[in-house]
């Protein structure tokens, strides 16, 4: 977290996020804040009450984990703001970006994110499968280091087979990957390994997969990318 | 810059990088410290003499903008120390994950990362200009909310009008695009405009532009990108 989040978290009158994040965070609260925790699956109500107490004129923090602004809860609450005919001005809204998934994955394995990246969440919650597909055909062709957000979830488990098949089609089965999950926190797990071999880990909701590009390599349990597409002896 | 950097940087013995950002984080340095400024070409330069003092027996940070690991040093130390055949442990590397020029620009317009995104450097320097427009045309035809680094230098301007090109031939002309310079200093400028009218900004080598994808809305000031492509009124 930034310590600019911290200093809004700390200034708020009231914080609202998920249980499980609000409890990482509980020893910055300040005496006297109004915390409300709200389960995972809430998003849209966390959304609708923190604009409801910022609308009675208290400062609200809405926190979310990685970077709010990345699949995360910075775009409910302005499209939420947006359906109620938002002025742009008042509630007053600040987004504070922060370490989204794929930075704190990348940063743990070495620099896999040295080159064109792009990332693609593999759920069809709210995204119809073919606009996944084609994506995940689109990065695998032009060869982006393509990070995977929700992989895997206990009802959802073909996506990522589909994925790994996409991206044979057209990328070295000896590609290197990485599949991290809960990086930096205590129950973090970080397996280097291929892309013909990528099913073969643990990969849950919590999980973020990289795949490097044509240039990416493994060099003593760091994957690297090059800079460039020049110059490099492979 | 996270806690976790912050504190990296105060351990240091010796602390390098490019003089504009060292000039930036001045205060965070403790007495003592060795402090190696070099000019913003020689990124190659700075990643040897880290690896050089590091060898001696020395803490040290390499100091780069944004996230160190996208497009930044991280990757040109791991490159350099991989060249001299490092076992992976001696000298001991951390890499510590920043805001990236896409997360800062996109916090101060909004939420357009709310989607699948990507990020494609337009320079052609280390890469063949090629590479880089196959990687455009597969952005703009997989609806990618994209953000372009290195926009336009002083010397290569006819790149950012070929990606604006390429753009409007898959999607709308009023698709939303923001135009970033130097987020979050006091020279930042921020400017809101349509794939259409994209070029007609200032744009320089210190400009983000993201450019949204076929969801993706202004309102008041703020864009906004839905998270899925279901239930988004337009």
Redesign the interface.
């Known amino acids: ?3 600019a989040a ?1 200093a809004a978290i700390a200034q708020a009158d009231v914080v609202i996020g998920y249980s499980l994040y609000l409890e990482l965070i509980r020893s910055r609260f300040r005496p006297g804040q109004i915390i409300e925790a709200l389960p995972i699956t809430q998003e849209r109500q966390r959304a609708e009450r923190a604009i409801e107490l910022a609308q009675w004129g208290l400062t609200v923090a809405v926190v979310s984990s990685g ?1 709010c ?4 809860m ?3 609450v ?2 939420q703001l ?2 109620q005919g ?4 008042v509630p007053e ?1 600040q ?6 998934a794929l ?2 994955a ?3 394995v ?12 593999l759920s069809d ?4 499968w073919e ?2 597909e ?2 995940l ?3 695998a ?4 280091v393509t990070a995977l957000y929700n992989p895997r979830s206990q009802t959802r488990t073909q996506q990522i087979t589909t994925a790994q098949r996409i991206f044979l089609t057209y990328r070295n089965p000896e590609t290197p990957v990485a599949i991290v999950r809960s990086a930096y926190r205590p129950d973090e797990q970080i397996t280097l390994t291929t892309l013909a071999k990528l099913t073969e880990g643990a990969i849950d909701m919590l999980t973020t997969i990289i795949i490097g590009n044509q240039s990416t ?1 493994i ?4 994957i ?8 490099f ?1 492979g």
């Open positions: 977290m930034t310590p911290q970077d602004g990345i699949y995360g910075a775009g409910l302005l499209e947006r359906s938002w002025d742009g001005n809204v987004v504070f970006p922060g370490i989204t930075q704190a990348a940063s743990r070495g620099a896999p994110l040295m080159h064109d990246f792009c990332a693609i969440s919650l709210l995204t119809p606009v996944i084609h994506r055909i689109a990065a062709q032009a060869d982006f390599r060099h003593a349990n760091w690297i990318t090059p800079r460039g597409y020049l110059g002896a």
